[in-house]
């Protein structure tokens, strides 16, 4: 069974950069036609998309966070990570990582204040 976890600060000060690694174990990130998603729930609001990274390193952004998003991943650790830069107060959440046939992280909450 494919198990994912994130993990990264649950502090980030204004204007810095948001970093969070996914580790998988039970399956591979470079497996054909996986796709590795981040996700993230604002208090009270529902899930947003933010961007995928697919088996073959192939990278893809929600268009309303593409210009401070970035994706990628260390195929040796089996991990994939998002950096979300310039971060606001709106950007406090739970981050989730998410891989293939709906398996999920449990989340971790970050939030943005100084």
């Known amino acids: 069974q494919v198990q994912l976890q994130e993990s990264g600060p649950g502090l980030v000060k204004p204007s810095q950069t948001l970093s969070l690694t996914c580790t998988v174990s039970?399956?591979?990130?470079?497996?054909?036609?996986?796709?590795w998603s981040w996700i993230r729930q604002p208090p009270g609001e529902g899930l947003e998309w933010m961007g995928a990274i697919r088996y073959d390193g192939t990278t893809y952004y929600s268009p309303s966070l593409k210009s401070h998003t970035s994706i990628s991943r260390d195929t040796s650790k089996n991990q994939f990570s998002l950096q979300l830069s310039s971060v606001t107060p709106e950007d406090t959440a739970v981050y989730y990582c998410a891989g293939p046939y709906d398996y999920w992280g449990k989340g971790t909450l970050v939030t943005v204040s100084s």
């Open positions: 039970g399956g591979s990130i470079t497996t054909s036609y996986s796709y």
